[in-house]
């Protein structure tokens, strides 16, 4: 299984919104609406941030979104902060029954 | 409330076979729905998805790594045991377990990882 495929960066300014896409195939992102996104700031493990393609944990802002249309998948963060500067991951359950994550992307707050 | 920690050695050589211990608290392994996966992620690279056990003791690999892989758990003791043989260089990582039972292949409490070097 190939990993999906995420950008390396974004970045926004305080307040904007800004959206990270994940991109997998028929076979994972496409096939199940498994897809969970994941913030991880340097040094500390990830923390879960959305599950299922849009729900959100007990205690994550709901200005953190997520979509999925056919392959892809995106995280929206909305009223950007300088606290959600992070690596960002997302996540698929496959059709192996396996997960698979994505490339990873950092983003910056301007 | 649930907490994990992952144990093992920090330095292992080369061919030898690394075995990783992650002990937790707040729920059973034997309850329905539940299960533990173990995720590494290099220095300075990505997460990577190892190996997950379910309460009812299925067992799922990276297909990439599954030759290398065991994945065991002790109920009683409430741990989950990794095990990965022929280790090399390149898997030198943090290494960390994680709890799985909102939804499919979903990992909502993490433990603090532990760092694994690979080096002779």
């Known amino acids: ?110 | 409330q649930i907490t994990l920690k992952e144990s093992g050695p920090t330095l292992v050589k080369p061919t030898q076979t690394l075995t990783l211990t992650c002990t937790f608290s707040g729920f059973s392994l034997s309850t329905s729905g539940v299960g533990v996966g173990w995720i590494r992620q290099p220095p300075g690279k990505a997460l990577e998805w190892l190996a997950l056990i379910y309460w009812d003791d299925d067992k799922r690999y990276s297909p990439s790594l599954k030759s290398r892989l065991t994945i065991t758990k002790d109920t009683s003791k409430n741990q989950v045991v990794l095990t990965m043989t022929n280790m090399d260089p390149v898997d030198t990582a943090t290494y960390y377990c994680a709890h799985s039972s909102v939804a499919a292949a979903v990992f909502d409490y993490w433990g603090q990882g532990t760092l694994v070097t690979v080096s002779s």
């Open chain 1, 1 to 110: 299984q190939s990993a999906l495929t995420q950008p390396a960066s974004v970045s926004g300014s305080p307040g904007q919104s800004i959206t990270i896409s994940c991109t997998g195939t028929s076979s994972d992102v496409g096939g199940y609406n498994y897809v969970s996104w994941y913030q991880q700031h340097p040094g500390k493990a990830p923390k879960l941030m959305i599950y299922e393609v849009s729900n959100r944990p007990s205690g994550v802002p709901d200005r953190f979104s997520g979509s999925k249309s056919g392959n892809t998948a995106s995280l929206t963060i909305s009223g950007l902060q300088a606290e959600d500067e992070a690596d960002y991951y997302c996540s698929s359950y496959t059709s192996s029954s396996t997960v698979v994550f994505g490339g990873g992307t950092k983003l910056t707050v301007l």
